[in-house]
């Protein structure tokens, strides 16, 4: 079957379409060329691999439930089963291919693909030819199709899928694997590739310490190789694996593989030192440094002055000189290291060791310090069967053999203390730096230890790092592309250093386009990777960290892979893992300790945050590896947790109205934030702001329109004393989508008139009043005249800056009709017949009405209110011509507003504040207040900004003016 097309099946010819790739080692996919496909959630994607493991046969719907969800099937099982094919059919569609590539036939369905379309059948095949080649005695073609067949299985088969069918599919395809990987061995050992086998079945053994036939073949490349030892203690832990876990001797392969060992009669090589080690030059196992290696310089000067400063102290204490480098996949740790090591080469005339401890290793365990004792003492020239087999005889030999040398010993990829300790010799001379991940301290009272963090590139450096791989003219002629795809790397230099190497193998890829393709998040992870090597493939670097995880921290990163903020503080984490805070804390440290997360200390307390590039991995994670019921309640508790603080935060700031009821939260997630004062409540908006606005969009995005409105009230007074009127219009428009969605007139009311007066406050009068009008025509609907007062005044309002004072007189009437029992001492309302009552010149009246406000507002504890009437208060006595009066009701306002946090009514006091010392000649301290009243508008309202610069403008002129007079008085 020919790999651009389908051949027919069945007799029925199918039109060629594209070319899918499926894979089903490692994490399940499908491919389009190098789009892939969504195959959906976990439970869809099981159904997918029932239909592949059966491509090109019908399958029934009752065989696809067994295999999906066996004896746990739903009721509904049937209807989900169209659902998922129904999916599929679409992702299918959505790739290019045609419908006949998944098709129903009566009560079955039928996935059609070519042989070479699957990993698992082109993998098949290499077997096939491999096992034809090996009869007919071609073993070189047998190991080439070995070859291929291995390349094709990486990772753990149909990793995350759940049902049965996909773990029987799992546990055959790995039996399977270990087949191709010891029929693979035996034809590496007939060409003499022992020490090849031996580094290929060593992790192989240690996974499966059971499997005779594995161990078998290890023992033989060990001996084959000349490592004696190791061959015999691969035995003993193999036997005593056999004999622990289930009660039985070894077979007689495995008994002889060991008598062939014992039987060698080589004895010992000439030219060994009577402590076994050989005479030989010195050790030099650094590897070669990397071609494109820039922007650590700063790291790098540490590392020379640390080495300078403790060589003396060393020496002198008798101890060896450790430092560890940290820092999250990707950061460049070992390249770090090796620099060092290269730049610090005539420190060390008696060598350098390199030894890998495969803390983080793609499918290999980390190395037990017993083995990592063994490499390095055949680094330091002891032959293989004169190590010792016991642990403290050998580091007994190794501390010997180092304690006169000077010698670096770079100790890479470790995973934690326990590791690292036991390979640290009591030696002055010795240097060891130690690379890792995981954050931890090297205490010994003989070890002098320091630690270097490793974080990402600064914009200069990352910059640099591009254009020493592309050429120039590719990084000056798109400036713009070239920072975009600085900040989609997110300043990691092996993500930067795949993203330049894309662009240097695909000259007509312009960097804009690259970043085009980076900004998909679902994508981003793919790009930013490489098919040929594990080590630069940012997604299975990412993977070994997050394999170290405990269970519960495993969870907590993906969950907060949910979290949408570019940051969080432990609050809102503890909300979206569904823990109390003091779990969350102990989460949060050892996720900071793995490099997944890091934090700032803030005046509010510390701040999480993950780097771009390993959040999308963790949201990765979340939707494989957690129950669709387990993301929709992750999403569940961010939203109302957010939602009910936000009410929380409103009612802090004093606001007057009713509050909505809280959402219901769960029993086992920390309770929302309440505030003791407005300004911790205005603290915590300001900082989870953006964070809110994402949060909305979730909760209307998933329909939870319940927590929308309920999200729109509590962000509204912030604000408002912000003027953030791009985030209200935002917030109020999603609140009165959720209102007319629930069928609340009420609540559409509400939010129309929010939406109105954003309009208001920025001048946009005609849309204002539209808005305010529809929020009457809604509330009409109802009985509930307070909340028509409400809306008629903010219509009087808006009518008087308009300019219409007749319009606004008539409403006012319109609401003095209404029974007056509602109006009769409501301090919104005389409010607002004070601001219209001023505007017509009627002062009289209108400080009758805004006194009255006062009084109401003040004995109903509404501050704000009430501060809100003296300002109009204050204008009327202004322009009545009692400035003294005017001065002293302004800056009781002013006062207020700075205690409640509304710095834009604040401002707006300030204006008219200059106004009053300019009337009472007050010339310093009306510039004074104009200065300040510009500042803070021009931050918070443009629009109204204008009018405090003309004020400005004009005390500036009458400052002028009487110095113009002064002088000509006397003469000048």
Known sequence: MAGSGMAPVDGECVVEDAVLQVLMFGRIRALVGEAELDLGPPGRCALWSVLVGHANRPVSRTHLIDAVWGEQAPGSAPAIVHTYVSALRKALAGGGLGAARLSRHGDSYQLRLAEDECDVTRAEAHWRAAEQARQQGRGDVALAELDACAGLMYGVPLDGV????AEDERSRLIEFRLEVQERRAEAQLSAGLAELVCAELGPVVA??????????????????????????????RVAQALDSELGIDVGPQLRRARNDVDQDSRGDATGRRADGSRAGPAPAQLPARTAFFLGRENVLAQLDRWLAETREGARHAGVSPVCTIVGGGGMGKTEVAVAFGDRSRDHFPDGQLF???RGFHPGQPPLPSMDALAVLLRGLGVAADRIPVELDVRQALYHQLLADQRILIVLDNALNRDQVLPLIPPAPGVVVVVTSRNEFAVTLDRVLNAQFQLDTLAEHDARQLLQSILDQERTTTEPAGLDRLITLCGGLPLAIRIAAERLAISPDTSLSELADELDDEKRRLDMLSTDDDEMTNLRAIFSWSYRALTFEAAQAFRRLGLHPGQDFDLASGAAVIGTSDTRTRHLLQQLQRAHLLNSNATAGGARYQMHDLVRVYATERAEFDEPERQLQATSTRLIHWFTNTAINQRLALGTWGQA???????????????????????????????????VHAIADRTGDYEASWRLAWGLYTYDTYRSNTEYALTAQTLGAKAAKQLENPSNIARFEMCIGQC???????SAAEDHARAALDAIRRTDQIANQLQVLGTIIGILIDKGDLPAASQTAEELQQLPPEFWAHHPGVHRDLCYLNYALGNY?????????????AESSGELNLAALSQWYVGKVHRDAGRPDDALAVFQSALQTFRNQGDEHSGALVMEDLAVAHQLLGNHAEATDAAQAAVSMLELLSPYESKRARNVLAEIAECRRQVKTDHRAANGN
């Open 162 to 165: 759940p049902g049965p069918h």
């Open 207 to 236: 996974q499966y310490p059971l499997r005779e036939s594995t161990a078998v073949l290890l023992i033989r490349a060990l001996h084959q190789a000349g490592r004696r030892v190791e061959a015999i203690g691969v035995f003993d």
């Open 355 to 357: 030894l890998d401890l």
């Open 660 to 694: 909505p009821d809280p959402l219901a939260m769960s029993a086992e997630v920390p309770a929302p934030l309440t505030f003791g004062d407005p300004e911790a409540a205005l603290g915590w908006a300001e900082s989870e702001r953006d964070t809110l606005s994402a």
């Open 759 to 765: 309009y208001w406050g920025a001048g946009e009068m």
């Open 844 to 856: 009289d009246e209108a400080l009758s009405y805004g006194l009255q406000s006062i009084t109401e």
